[in-house]
Structure formats: structure tokens, C-alpha cells
């Protein structure tokens, strides 16, 4: 994988403008108060959100959207890292890695996955649906081939604290945008091969994340130890610091966390926002993806990435979905990953997020 450009800031105008010069098909989706999102073909990339036609993104996007000349290269050279919200297959050690103990040594994205063949429909003014087929080799839990068909809808959702009684009160000042990310993901052909639905979302640097937890929370470490000062694990909640400088991974079990998490930031002109992303975590869902170096450590449903800056110095935020085949005996599976965004006063924020995630954030 090859560096890429590090930039924030990157504007609506900017992403629909590369899109348009590279006729890169796409679709908008307005989402809460008055934000939008980008939905790009290539990659299947939920992009945004944006606050206003000039204004950054919330989330993370490549740098090489900021320049004509660079976004043509970046897309001749068939890059993946556009950024945003994103669809892979997991598990990552099955499908990207042929020798587990040699982890970049053997790493490549397969191109049915990424960028893979994406249908975008936008005939619904009130949805988006993106469609692919992906096939891909097994290599390290079990051998053979994976064929599936992925089913993606994206629509605006409503704000969960409307029914709270204070809800006038608590959203005092405060913007609000949702969308619920559907994810629908069949077996061609059912056989021991497992896989599952994997929803990662790049952050911008700067903000912290918060897990809510079990007090027996286990973490399991996928690359290099997370360095002193950039997590805290508390009595009820995991805290990360996300500063895309330097590189961890980290997994959390199913039986330990609740599925919801959040991430507390601010835009580049000082408005704090905060992300939550709320999914169906099943701790009797057999979730498959391990650690490089440590067979049979699975069963994580949540992970967290901090780029060390050769990818363009981002985070990520990921979940996972229910697996289909193998010992699920499922051919197909359903999965609902909302994102609620606030941005206001960063009191207010805390208030919303000790009634959402149910925890006193620092």
C-alpha cells in the first residue's frame, strides 16, 4: 500500500468536483438538519458529512480530493483509501492476508471487495441502495472460495432523544443528523467459509473514543501494544485517544461491550460534533476475525485503528456484522448500523452522550 496524501479539510465542493471530472457516479442524500452526504459509486464511500458546500467533512477523507492532478492519480493507481464510511468483508486475516505470520509481507485487498463492482440507484429521493458481488479466496481459518452478494441501503434516521421528556432542552443549540447504513449480505453458494459484514468509518484526528463496557473488558492487540497515554480503560468505559501518529489496533469481545460507542471531536474552525454509532451486537454470534499472530482469538465485535501517519494519519471505528456459513448455518444475514451526529456546545454534548452511551465522557 502506498502512502497517501495527508489533508483536512476537504470540502463538499471539492468531493463532488473529483467525482464529476473522473464521471465517478454519485448520489446525495440530505440527513438531519440541514447536512448532506456524498455517496460515491467507486468504493461504495458514504462521504461527509457536510455542514455546508465549502465547509470539511466530518469524517476523515483523502487529501487527494483537494487537487485534480492528484485525485487522477490516485484513481489511475486504483487506491482504496478514499475515506469515509466503508464496506469490506471480514474476517481480515481470511481474505487480505495468505500468510498470517507474515502479515504486510502478504497483505493485498482483494479488488472484488474494493473497489470492487459497486451499482449505485438513487431513484429513490429518500434512500440510496449500492449493490455487489464479491468473490474472494480463503487462505488461513479454512481453504476454498467465498462467493456473496452485498445489499446496501442508506436513509436519514431520527433523532433518538425526540421521545426523552427535556429533549427541547437538551438539543438546545445543538444540529442533529442520522442515517441508518442497512447492510444485507448472502451466500451464493453455502459452504464452511465464514464471513461477515464489516462497517469501518475514518475519523479525523484530534477526538477521543468511548466504548462502553463490562468492567471485565478484554482487549485484544492486533499489531504493536497501545502506547501509555493513548488508552484508558475505566470501570464502565474504554477510552482511545485517536491522533492518526501512531499505529495501534485493538478488538473488543462481544460479551464485554453493548453496541453503542461514541467519538468526540471538533471541525478545524472549533464546532465540537460527536459521532455515535449504535449496532446489533450479538455475543452469541460466532465473530470471526482474529489477531495475525494468535489462532483462535476471535470473537470481537468492536475494533479501533490509529493510523501511525503512513496511510494519510487517520482513525477508524469499526463494527462488525452477524456471519453467515460454516458452523452459523446461515446463508444470509441482515445488519443495521445507525450513526447519530451532534454538534453544538461541548456541555451539551456530554449530556447527550451520558443519556445515549450512558457514561461521563472526559
Request: aromatic fraction near 12%; charged fraction near 25%.
Amino acid at each position: 500500500m502506498s502512502k497517501v496524501i495527508s489533508h483536512k479539510g476537504i470540502s463538499y465542493r471539492e468531493v463532488t468536483e473529483r467525482l464529476k471530472e473522473n464521471k465517478i457516479h454519485f448520489a446525495e442524500l440530505k440527513v438531519g438538519d440541514n447536512l448532506k452526504l456524498v455517496i460515491s459509486e467507486r468504493g461504495g464511500r458514504i462521504l461527509g458529512p457536510f455542514l455546508e458546500d465549502t465547509g470539511e467533512g466530518i469524517f476523515w477523507i483523502n487529501g487527494a480530493f483537494g487537487d485534480s492532478d492528484n485525485f487522477k492519480q490516485f484513481i489511475s493507481k486504483n487506491e482504496w483509501n478514499l475515506g469515509g464510511e466503508r464496506f469490506w468483508l471480514a474476517p481480515e486475516v481470511q481474505f487480505y492476508i495468505k500468510d498470517r505470520y507474515h502479515f504486510w509481507d502478504t497483505y493485498k485487498l482483494p479488488e472484488s471487495i474494493d473497489p470492487g463492482k459497486h451499482i449505485l440507484d438513487d431513484s429513490n429521493t429518500s434512500s440510496v441502495s449500492l449493490s455487489q458481488n464479491i468473490t474472494v479466496e480463503a487462505y488461513n481459518l479454512v481453504s476454498g472460495k467465498k462467493e456473496v452478494k452485498v445489499e446496501r441501503l442508506i436513509r436519514s434516521t431520527e433523532n433518538p432523544l425526540k421521545s426523552l421528556n427535556g429533549s427541547d432542552s437538551i438539543m438546545k443549540g445543538v444540529s442533529y443528523a442520522g442515517y441508518e447504513h442497512t447492510v444485507r449480505l448472502s451466500e451464493v453458494v453455502h459452504n464452511d467459509v465464514m464471513c461477515e459484514n464489516w462497517i469501518l468509518i475514518q475519523l479525523n484526528p484530534g477526538g477521543k473514543i468511548y466504548i462502553p463496557c463490562s468492567p471485565e473488558v478484554e482487549e485484544v492487540n492486533y499489531f504493536e501494544p497501545v502506547e501509555p497515554g493513548y488508552r484508558d480503560i475505566l470501570k464502565n468505559h474504554v477510552r482511545l485517544k485517536i491522533t492518526g501518529d501512531k499505529r495501534y489496533k485493538v478488538g473488543y469481545k462481544s460479551a464485554h461491550v453493548f453496541g453503542r460507542l461514541g467519538y468526540l471531536n471538533s471541525l478545524s474552525d472549533g464546532r465540537n460534533y460527536l459521532l455515535i454509532r449504535n449496532f446489533y451486537n450479538n455475543p452469541s454470534a460466532p465473530y470471526t476475525e482474529e489477531p495475525p499472530d494468535s489462532p483462535g482469538h476471535s470473537g470481537q465485535s468492536v475494533h479501533i485503528y490509529n493510523d501511525g501517519g503512513n496511510f494519510g494519519g487517520f482513525g477508524e471505528l469499526e463494527c462488525n456484522g452477524q456471519p453467515v456459513g460454516g458452523k452459523t448455518n446461515r446463508t444470509d444475514t441482515v445488519d443495521y448500523f445507525t450513526l447519530w451526529i451532534y454538534i453544538g456546545d461541548i456541555r451539551a454534548l456530554k449530556e447527550i452522550a451520558l443519556h445515549l452511551l450512558g457514561i461521563e465522557i472526559a
